[in-house]
């Protein structure tokens, strides 16, 4: 009676983290939302119809394809240009931002970036689209700061937070299963309007530690501390009894 009563014994977990406050990501309100997504589905859908017609052009010969031959006329040879301009899905958004934030390291710190390497400059991007719920938190938690360190604070790109029913619209107009992550780069073809939305609409990734230019002000050691509570031996032991096959 005295064990089943005893109160469990807690165990203090420490752990190190930031002194600074998380980065706040960016919000649009509905309207603005459908307003980038119009203008997005313009220079996008191009895309798709020259997915959908490659595909198309494999199935079938004859008169099915005479009577095909006026529609696939009117679809494009070639891959759009803009395409050239994207990042498409998390792993390579990611990459290029990282990949600018490597470029504007201090030559000390680093004798050979990225644009050593390929011989030229990656262009910035100007925007990232990303449905934030279809991902965990821990792959989108640093996302405000690496944008906030990929360049500086006048060509930041915007961090646009959208909709699942935006992200599906989007797959459609691509002709993708899933776009849950887009970048644009600055300068890409026909993106004119969307790229003045975009910059009248959304706010600016804001970090103020990093882009403070006063004299730097010490922060203490932020030490966060958790009580949990250890799993008894008796549930431990429950778990071994289980019959493999049942999990």
């Known amino acids: ?49 020259f997915r959908r017609d490659q595909v198309a052009r494999s199935k079938g010969k004859g008169r099915a394809g005479k009577v095909n031959k006026t529609q696939e006329d009117s679809l494009p040879e070639w891959m759009p240009d803009i395409y050239d301009h994207l990042t498409v899905g998390f792993n390579s958004t990611v990459r290029r931002l990282e990949s600018l934030a ?12 990225d644009a050593d390497l390929l011989g030229h400059s990656r262009a910035n991007l ?7 719920q279809n991902f965990p938190d821990v792959m989108t938690s640093s996302l405000p700061l690496l944008i906030a360190t990929s360049a500086p604070k006048v060509a930041r790109a915007r961090l646009v937070e959208w909709s699942s ?74 778990r071994k009894r289980k019959n493999p096959g049942d999990g």
């Open 1 to 49: 009676m005295d064990k089943q009563n005893k109160t469990p014994t807690t165990t203090t977990v420490h752990a190190l983290s930031l002194p600074y406050p998380e980065p706040q990501w960016p919000t649009i309100s509905p309207d603005t939302e459908q307003a980038l997504l119009q203008l997005l589905l313009r220079l996008l859908q191009p895309i798709g119809e």
């Open 165 to 238: 029913q935006a992200e599906e619209k989007l797959a459609q107009a691509l002709h993708q299963p899933r776009v849950g992550v887009l970048g644009i780069e600055e300068g890409a073809p026909g993106t004119e309007n969307l790229l003045r939305c975009v910059r009248e609409t959304v706010d600016a990734v804001d970090v103020p530690w990093l882009d403070q230019t006063s004299t730097p002000i010490y922060q203490s050691v932020n030490i966060q501390t958790v009580e949990s509570v250890p799993k008894s031996n008796a549930a431990v032991r429950g």
């Open 126 to 132: 100007f925007v990232v689209f990303i449905c934030r």
């Open 102 to 113: 490597r470029g504007r390291k201090p030559q000390l710190l680093s004798q050979h970036t």
